[in-house]
């Protein structure tokens, strides 16, 4: 929401939003040093849970450097070192969204850290995977990581932005699957009733991209509107949509949505 304005806070609750839960993101270019993340993470935790306040709307966030700025290592471990004394911030979540961009060594290293300092501090976990014909390959490379830290529950990690060719290693070994809706790239709504379709709708969780391209921030209520097309009842929508994300997020008491 730090790319949004305040009118998209209040198209949310019009629609039916009960909270925002916003990962820490690439900012739309790359920042220098620690001063400028730490400047970030106080925006995510406190500016803007002050304006979603304004709209009757709670905002949550999650904490990490993302894996686009994570090949400087000096400036990755800089950031990472910020972090643990602000976990005490009462609508941090947890760490995310950690993961990888281009596979790469460095990035590998970095995510190594924040699982483990999710681990240390009992933080629940959200994980960007890589985009395009590198997706695949950052999928295994990233349950392997959850896999070597034997103190990480699946039911505590949620893997975002998967697709068709992923969602189902992340189902089979116990972790939620997010589904990152865009108007055109990631999966839009049709996509991504089609997914669950075909591999279930347990541990599975729809999400809204709001970035600095193009991405609509009402992506979730659409997709209320095309499962309706599709013949769904109410309650399933609610389950979907509402009931699943709960679930996942209540495993930290601090997560209170509107209603």
């Not at 950690?98 to 959200?126: F, Y």
């Not at 949620?158 to 992923?166: A, L, N, P, Q």
């Amino acid at each position: 929401m730090v790319s949004r304005t305040t009118d998209d806070y209040q198209a949310m609750v019009t629609a039916g939003c009960a909270a925002v839960c916003e990962p820490a993101f690439w900012a739309g270019y790359d920042r220098k040093n620690k001063d400028g993340f730490f400047d970030y993470f106080l925006q995510l935790t406190e500016y803007e849970p002050r304006r979603a306040k304004k709209y009757l709307l709670p905002h949550y966030c999650w904490l990490c450097i993302n894996p686009k700025e994570s090949e400087d290592m000096g400036l990755a471990n800089d950031v990472i070192s910020l972090i643990p004394e602000l976990l005490a911030k009462p609508t941090v979540l947890g760490i995310g969204e950690i993961g990888l961009n281009k596979n790469s060594r460095n990035e590998l290293l970095i995510l190594e850290k924040h699982i483990q300092l999710a681990a240390d501090h009992d933080q629940l976990i959200l994980v960007h995977t890589p985009h395009l014909e590198d997706k695949l390959k950052g999928t295994h490379l990233i349950l392997d990581a959850l896999k070597n830290h034997g103190s990480i529950e699946p039911g505590r990690v949620i893997i975002d932005h998967v697709e068709e060719h992923t969602a189902p290693l992340v189902l089979d070994q116990g972790y939620w699957a997010g589904i990152t809706l865009y108007p055109e790239s990631k999966a839009t709504p049709h996509r991504a009733i089609d997914m669950f379709e075909l591999y279930g709708h347990e541990r599975v969780w729809l999400n809204s991209a709001c970035d600095w391209g193009h991405s609509d921030p009402l992506a979730v209520p659409r997709t209320a509107l095309e499962l309706r097309r599709r013949g769904y009842d109410t309650d399933f929508i609610d389950k979907v949509l509402y009931r699943n994300p709960l679930e996942f997020l209540s495993q930290n008491p601090r997560f209170k949505p509107l209603g």
